[in-house]
């Protein structure tokens, strides 16, 4: 056992569909410290969620945990029955979705909402969660929290619903908080509101924090270590700064050039990854990168590379080229420029 | 080619919402209210804002999809809105759109070609077609083989083009662009948007960028008006909005873009807006941003800001607009 809050060692996730198996994650491993944040990124199909899901114990038929473990908190997950998973859930694990509308209940008051996950866990009074669920509010920012528990989840604004999620989450004062596109479905404004919201409410609980998302800006300012996932495998994992600063795998410097970013120079094309990523159905033999790659050579078309320490050892990277690409992509620079 | 090839005055959209059957009061919902801009061949401006603003509905008026409570557009020195019959037909072919869902906007049961042909066939020029669809997807970065297909065998940045094939089939001079690279993943948002900027090059087209993604805004526009609540609070070019907005909500807008820099991150100085969007059925009495800004004084209460420049260089709609913030 490590001292890690969250170990996730080679975890495999299959689907069945009409057209064959599909391995939506392919032997994923990475842990999470006590009061860490852990970004995945990656875009849609990458495997990101699913790994998340299979965290919280919610993969459902057809798919299924096909290998690997999931420890939490010094416990296999992998074997505890449902009725513990059950204790878990809201309580040490707590998770929030990228929808508040479709993740509340229509039909019950908000605060009868967050008083229920209470009542669940770690409150007996009914008159005290409902108490608290008050409080849960105003943390997040809800003005006239008292009043405003009694509403239903129509009656709140997109940016107020997700902060009535997360007051959900951290009710039960979690371990690990796992926030999935916590803001994506939000404006730019309510978004910032929402993430200063979610590191109050970080501060406050000391969990630590899987935050699932595709925007690199939120990660910028939210992560303290990030894991790029493509195609169900990671590609790199390293520190904030490594990733940014110092990305040794051409996905990861690929996503970063294509950003148009607000100091950039304008109309200046952007540097695209060429071509679109592969069916997982129908992955590529070699590195899944390697028919859209700029540095791919001809053994990348047939054998994968490890995911390998790249400098200090909590950088690594999945790529054959990784130790020449600096050099690499500073000649591909000039070229372009 | 004289004047700028759409002109936007007092543009005016309210919509009239009953009163449901569990009761609310009804009312107008004020989208779009006295909206001006003008846009020039070969020109992008970029509409922005968040949801509720007014800036697709801005669009959808341009376009003539929605008609005006009031104000006026002129494209190419006509009046768009007294047009009839052949001329407006003849207006049609020369705006387009291009949707910001490439799932939802193509037809599933019509191969590419028919997708692609179905503007010249309603135009009576069906004669073209054979010669014009594969140039179409020549143009936008497809195979002329793709054209027998359907739209579900195509991924997400592929219906795009297809969609922005589509909008070019008539050689029109305006293409409304709504959130078009929104719904795609990061890498193939970029390919979509270089895409966008070689075809404008290429064609002359002038672009009305609709979008919420400052970042992406910044990038493809010239000039980029910024709406709130139906109204556009500052407009100029685009560097100059960037770097030296002058309203307060552009500033806070701007601030509240992540970057992708986790150095920049760490020390910028983020304006976090309190609250929500009021409802565009009762919206603010003055300046309708007054209710979230820390500007705010009695003046904005009772006196609308009028879109002026106010030193900036640009208009602001703002009683006290910075003059040079980001100096």
Same mark, same amino acid.
């Given at each position: 056992?490590?001292?890690?809050?969250?170990?996730?060692?080679?975890?495999?996730?299959?689907?069945?569909?009409?057209?064959?198996?599909?391995?939506?994650?392919?032997?994923?491993?990475?842990?999470?410290?006590?009061?860490?944040?852990?970004?995945?990124?990656?875009?849609?199909?990458?495997?990101?969620?699913?790994?998340?899901?299979?965290?919280?114990?919610?993969?459902?038929?057809?798919?299924?945990?096909?290998?690997?473990?999931?420890?939490?908190?010094?416990?296999?997950?992998?074997?505890?029955?449902?009725?513990?998973?059950?204790?878990?859930?809201?309580?040490?694990?707590?998770?929030?979705?990228?929808?508040?509308?479709?993740?509340?209940?229509?039909?019950?008051?908000?605060?009868?909402?967050?008083?229920?996950?209470?009542?669940?866990?770690?409150?007996?009074?009914?008159?005290?969660?409902?108490?608290?669920?008050?409080?849960?509010?105003?943390?997040?920012?809800?003005?006239?929290?008292?009043?405003?528990?009694?509403?239903?989840?129509?009656?709140?604004?997109?940016?107020?619903?997700?902060?009535?999620?997360?007051?959900?989450?951290?009710?039960?004062?979690?371990?690990?908080?796992?926030?999935?596109?916590?803001?994506?479905?939000?404006?730019?404004?309510?978004?910032?509101?929402?993430?200063?919201?979610?590191?109050?409410?970080?501060?406050?609980?000391?969990?630590?924090?899987?935050?699932?998302?595709?925007?690199?800006?939120?990660?910028?300012?939210?992560?303290?270590?990030?894991?790029?996932?493509?195609?169900?495998?990671?590609?790199?994992?390293?520190?904030?700064?490594?990733?940014?600063?110092?990305?040794?795998?051409?996905?990861?410097?690929?996503?970063?050039?294509?950003?148009?970013?607000?100091?950039?120079?304008?109309?200046?094309?952007?540097?695209?990854?060429?071509?679109?990523?592969?069916?997982?159905?129908?992955?590529?033999?070699?590195?899944?990168?390697?028919?859209?790659?700029?540095?791919?050579?001809?053994?990348?078309?047939?054998?994968?590379?490890?995911?390998?320490?790249?400098?200090?050892?909590?950088?690594?990277?999945?790529?054959?080229?990784?130790?020449?690409?600096?050099?690499?992509?500073?000649?591909?620079?000039?070229?372009?420029? | 080619?004289?004047?700028?090839?759409?002109?936007?005055?007092?543009?005016?959209?309210?919509?009239?919402?009953?009163?449901?059957?569990?009761?609310?009061?009804?009312?107008?919902?004020?989208?779009?209210?006295?909206?001006?801009?003008?846009?020039?061949?070969?020109?992008?401006?970029?509409?922005?804002?968040?949801?509720?603003?007014?800036?697709?509905?801005?669009?959808?008026?341009?376009?003539?999809?929605?008609?005006?409570?009031?104000?006026?557009?002129?494209?190419?020195?006509?009046?768009?809105?007294?047009?009839?019959?052949?001329?407006?037909?003849?207006?049609?072919?020369?705006?387009?759109?291009?949707?910001?869902?490439?799932?939802?906007?193509?037809?599933?049961?019509?191969?590419?070609?028919?997708?692609?042909?179905?503007?010249?066939?309603?135009?009576?020029?069906?004669?073209?077609?054979?010669?014009?669809?594969?140039?179409?997807?020549?143009?936008?970065?497809?195979?002329?083989?793709?054209?027998?297909?359907?739209?579900?065998?195509?991924?997400?940045?592929?219906?795009? &083009?297809?969609?922005?094939? =589509?909008?070019?089939? @008539?050689?029109? %001079? *305006?293409?409304?662009?709504?959130? #078009?690279?929104?719904?795609?993943?990061?890498?193939?948002?970029?390919?979509?948007?270089?895409?966008?900027?070689?075809?404008?090059?290429?064609?002359?087209?002038?672009?009305?960028?609709?979008?919420?993604?400052?970042?992406?805004?910044?990038?493809?526009?010239?000039?980029?008006?910024?709406?709130?609540?139906?109204?556009?609070?500052?407009?100029?070019?685009?560097?100059?909005?960037?770097?030296?907005?002058?309203?307060?909500?552009?500033?806070?807008?701007?601030?509240?873009?992540?970057?992708?820099?986790?150095? &920049?991150?760490?020390?910028? =100085?983020?304006?976090? @807006?309190?609250? %929500? *969007?009021?409802?565009?059925?009762? #919206?603010?009495?003055?300046?309708?941003?007054?209710?979230?800004?820390?500007?705010?004084?009695?003046?904005?209460?009772?006196?609308?800001?009028?879109?002026?420049?106010?030193?900036?260089?640009?208009?602001?709609?703002?009683?006290?607009?910075?003059?040079?913030?980001?100096?």
């Amino acid at each position: 056992m490590t001292d890690a809050l969250l170990d996730v060692r080679d975890l495999q996730v299959e689907f069945d569909t009409e057209d064959g198996v599909v391995t939506a994650v392919n032997g994923v491993s990475f842990s999470v410290e006590p009061g860490e944040t852990l970004a995945i990124v990656g875009e849609s199909g990458s495997g990101k969620s699913v790994s998340a899901l299979s965290i919280m114990g919610l993969i459902e038929k057809p798919g299924r945990i096909a290998r690997g473990h999931v420890d939490f908190d010094n416990r296999d997950l992998r074997s505890i029955p449902e009725r513990e998973y059950r204790k878990l859930r809201g309580g040490d694990l707590a998770m929030i979705f990228q929808d508040p509308l479709s993740s509340l209940n229509p039909a019950f008051r908000v605060g009868d909402q967050i008083a229920e996950a209470l009542l669940t866990h770690t409150y007996e009074s009914k008159k005290a969660a409902r108490r608290q669920a008050a409080v849960l509010l105003d943390v997040v920012g809800i003005p006239q929290a008292g009043d405003r528990a009694r509403d239903y989840p129509h009656q709140f604004s997109g940016g107020m619903r997700q902060r009535a999620m997360i007051a959900m989450a951290i009710a039960n004062k979690p371990k690990l908080l796992i926030a999935d596109e916590p803001t994506t479905a939000l404006d730019v404004t309510i978004q910032a509101q929402v993430l200063e919201v979610l590191r109050k409410a970080q501060r406050e609980t000391d969990a630590a924090m899987l935050l699932i998302t595709h925007d690199l800006g939120v990660v910028a300012g939210m992560a303290d270590r990030v894991v790029v996932m493509y195609a169900g495998r990671i590609v790199e994992e390293g520190t904030l700064d490594e990733l940014f600063y110092a990305a040794r795998h051409p996905y990861t410097i690929g996503l970063l050039n294509s950003l148009p970013r607000l100091d950039s120079d304008r109309r200046k094309p952007l540097r695209t990854i060429p071509g679109t990523p592969p069916s997982v159905l129908n992955l590529p033999p070699g590195c899944a990168l390697a028919p859209r790659c700029l540095y791919v050579q001809d053994h990348c078309l047939e054998d994968r590379p490890e995911l390998t320490a790249v400098g200090p050892e909590t950088h690594r990277s999945a790529c054959f080229r990784s130790a020449e690409l600096p050099a690499l992509v500073g000649v591909v620079t000039d070229a372009s420029s | 080619m004289s004047g700028p090839l759409l002109e936007v005055d007092g543009l005016v959209k309210h919509f009239d919402v009953k009163a449901g059957y569990f009761g609310g009061d009804g009312g107008v919902v004020h989208a779009v209210d006295d909206v001006s801009f003008a846009l020039d061949r070969n020109e992008t401006l970029g509409l922005v804002g968040e949801s509720g603003c007014g800036k697709s509905t801005t669009g959808r008026l341009v376009l003539r999809l929605l008609e005006p409570t009031s104000g006026t557009i002129c494209f190419d020195g006509t009046e768009i809105h007294s047009l009839r019959g052949r001329a407006l037909r003849d207006l049609r072919r020369r705006m387009q759109i291009v949707f910001q869902d490439p799932y939802a906007s193509l037809n599933p049961r019509m191969r590419v070609q028919e997708i692609l042909a179905e503007p010249m066939v309603i135009q009576g020029r069906r004669r073209e077609v054979k010669a014009r669809v594969p140039q179409l997807l020549d143009m936008v970065g497809l195979h002329s083989e793709h054209a027998t297909r359907y739209p579900h065998e195509f991924s997400g940045g592929q219906r795009q &083009r297809i969609g922005i094939a =589509r909008s070019l089939a @008539l050689d029109p %001079d *305006l293409v409304v662009l709504d959130e #078009p690279v929104s719904a795609l993943d990061v890498s193939i948002q970029a390919q979509v948007l270089n895409l966008l900027a070689e075809l404008q090059e290429r064609l002359g087209l002038a672009f009305l960028f609709i979008a919420h993604d400052l970042s992406v805004v910044r990038h493809i526009s010239d000039r980029i008006a910024v709406m709130y609540l139906g109204k556009i609070v500052e407009i100029g070019a685009a560097a100059a909005i960037y770097s030296g907005a002058g309203h307060p909500y552009t500033q806070a807008l701007l601030s509240a873009v992540p970057e992708p820099d986790p150095r &920049r991150e760490r020390a910028r =100085r983020r304006i976090v @807006l309190e609250g %929500d *969007l009021p409802s565009p059925i009762d #919206p603010p009495t003055g300046c309708r941003f007054r209710t979230r800004c820390w500007k705010a004084q009695e003046l904005c209460e009772t006196e609308e800001p009028a879109l002026v420049d106010r030193g900036q260089g640009h208009p602001v709609a703002c009683h006290f607009a910075d003059v040079s913030v980001n100096a």
